[in-house]
């Protein structure tokens, strides 16, 4: 994410609110709408004897904006997810995966909220919110999007994080280079882990970690994973080309996307990617971020409109 420009949001076109959008939340700026348009798909899963196996595909969301960074819901039954209006506005927005029901959960203008995330206790999301004066700094929100709270102050610009247990996460921090920072919300007070690093963050499953993405080095854009107790990174797997978006299983399966293609890695057994199904007779194109429900029957992707 980078920093928002201070253009009133009536000022500015619709195609370069969508540019801004991209800026801000890691897809390419796009210059005009159909390009920077994305949409949600819900993946049913069942479990083959290679790994994950697609049951059915279901289209969330169907509209030419931005609808992305999606997020479940501890039950699996809805999904959160950043949607920005004809106005520029950004909230964050929840849809019944049951129903196709979405409805606002933030209505905040000035400010704009992103990257919603259940905190550790399940009372409350996390978002990145950006400020009316254009700060971007980790907040908190009720679920039913009441009583903000700022949760690290002096940490900024954040542009995405993962939460490690219920006093540590792991943040993105803009910056040259970006940098990857272990922040404790007690002391509100964040040390720098790496540099140079993509905008994927997620929490390894069953271990007090997180897993991100290298950029440079050998190989380039590495999955690696850093482990907060330990103090200890490892390097995983490169990242899909083109892809650096990344998501886990319940079950220690890393998954992301080629193209129109679902691929996961497991760790200790496969050497590189495999293809799980290729999703284009759904609709599904250019997948970038993934989310994978806590009982690992389902997994949300975003894919290009």
């Given at each position: 994410?980078n ?5 009133s949001?009536?000022?500015?076109s619709?195609s370069a ?8 939340c890691?897809l ?6 159909a ?15 290679s790994g ?9 969301t ?5 609808d992305?960074?999606?997020h479940?819901?501890?039950d ?7 949607s920005?209006?004809?106005t520029?506005?950004a909230?964050?927005?929840r849809i ?7 409805t606002?959960?933030t209505?905040?203008?000035?400010e ?11 009372d409350?999301?996390?978002?990145i ?12 929100f ?14 900024r610009?954040?542009g995405y ?5 219920a ?26 882990i790496?540099?140079n690093?993509?905008r994927s ?34 390097f ?12 886990w ?7 992301s996307g080629?193209?129109s ?34 009982d ?7 894919a290009?409109?």
């Open positions: 994410m920093r928002r420009r201070t253009e949001r009536s000022a500015l619709w609110m969508l540019a801004l959008a991209g800026s801000l890691g390419p700026p796009a210059g005009a709408m390009q920077g348009a994305t949409d949600l798909f819900l993946v049913r899963l069942g479990v083959s004897t994950l196996a697609v049951d059915t595909v279901v289209r969330l169907n509209r030419a904006g931005y992305n960074q999606p479940f819901s501890a699996g039954t809805a999904v959160f997810y950043t920005i209006d004809a520029g506005q909230d964050i927005h019944d995966v049951r129903t196709l029901h979405s606002n959960v209505r905040t203008a000035p704009s909220e992103y990257s919603a995330t259940l905190m550790p206790a399940g409350r999301m996390s978002v919110r950006v400020e009316a004066d254009s700060t971007q700094r980790l907040w908190s009720r679920l039913d999007g009441t009583d903000p709270r700022v949760v690290l102050a002096a940490a610009p954040v994080h993962a939460w490690i247990d006093n540590r996460v792991a943040i993105f921090v803009l910056g040259s280079p970006a940098t990857l920072q272990l922040a404790d919300v007690r002391r509100d007070a964040a040390t720098v790496a540099q690093i993509g963050l997620q929490p390894v499953p069953g271990r007090t970690a997180v897993s991100f993405v290298q950029r440079g080095g050998d190989p380039a854009d590495a999955i690696r994973t850093y482990d907060a107790d330990a103090g200890a990174q490892a995983l797997v490169t990242a899909v080309p083109g892809n650096e978006y990344h998501a299983t319940p079950g220690g399966v890393l998954v080629r193209g293609v679902l691929v996961q890695h497991v760790p200790g057994r496969d050497r590189e990617w495999t293809d799980v199904a290729d999703l284009a007779r759904y609709g599904v194109r250019g997948i970038s971020r993934l989310a994978v429900s806590r690992g029957r389902a997994i949300v992707l975003v290009a409109h």
